[in-house]
Antibody
């Protein structure tokens, strides 16, 4: 059974870089798209983008200049980096398998941007 | 505001049928997926490819589309169906994806 687990700092200082990892267990990252989705507290879901197992990416235009996603084959996972964070980036960050039909989700990790 | 528009809240009596809609121009050309999210939990996929029901999803959930509107219908709504529901599809450019704003379903 494939499972996803997000990990990384729960607190990030404004203007710094948010870095998260999504570890995939029970299956391979090969042949799949891996998406990052975030949800500010009390608000709706926002698709951030995806990385294909080959490394190709697609990002939401509003984050294009600050976001990067990559594949880490050695760890069988994917990573997310978001630069120059502000309080508006405070959210639960989820990784999910797929480009649209997200059939498997991680439990999510709350990242707070605060000094 | 999202390119996919959903009603903020909908209510339904226990055992009745409810339709949750998602409106957007991109839906004319691209299919919608639907997600259910309960408080404190990650979303789960309830409808893929407009109308496909993943394994484990009760058959009271169904999906459809008419023009630029996708719909999620729950027939014989149960108390455990109370949740937030989100549609998801491509944006108007067709190059990226977007979620609807979400609909809070209350079961009376």
């Amino acid at each position: 059974q494939v499972q996803l687990q997000e990990s990384g700092p729960g607190l990030v200082t404004p203007s710094e870089t948010l870095s998260l990892t999504c570890s995939v267990t029970g299956g391979s990252i090969n042949s799949y798209y891996w998406s990052w989705i975030r949800q500010p507290p009390g608000k709706g879901l926002e698709w951030m983008g995806f990385v294909y197992y080959t490394g190709s990416t697609n990002y939401i235009p509003s984050l294009q200049s600050r976001v990067s996603m990559s594949v880490d084959r050695s760890k069988n996972g994917v990573s997310l980096k978001l630069t120059s964070v502000t309080a508006a980036d405070t959210a639960i960050y989820y990784c999910a398998r797929g480009s649209q039909d997200f059939d498997i989700w991680g439990q999510g990790i709350l990242v707070t941007v605060s000094s | 505001s999202s390119e996919l528009t959903q009603d903020a809240a909908v209510s339904v009596a226990l055992g009745q049928t409810v339709r949750i809609t998602c409106q957007g121009d991109s839906l004319i050309n691209y299919y919608a997926s639907w997600y259910q999210q309960k408080p404190g939990l990650a979303p789960i996929l309830v409808i893929s490819h407009q109308h496909r029901r993943p394994s484990g999803i009760p058959d009271r959930f169904s999906g459809s589309r008419s023009g630029n509107t996708a719909s999620l219908t729950i027939t014989g709504t149960q108390a455990e169906d109370a949740a937030d529901y989100y549609c998801h599809s491509r944006d108007s450019s067709g190059q990226h994806w977007v979620f609807g704003g979400g609909t809070k379903l209350t079961v009376l």
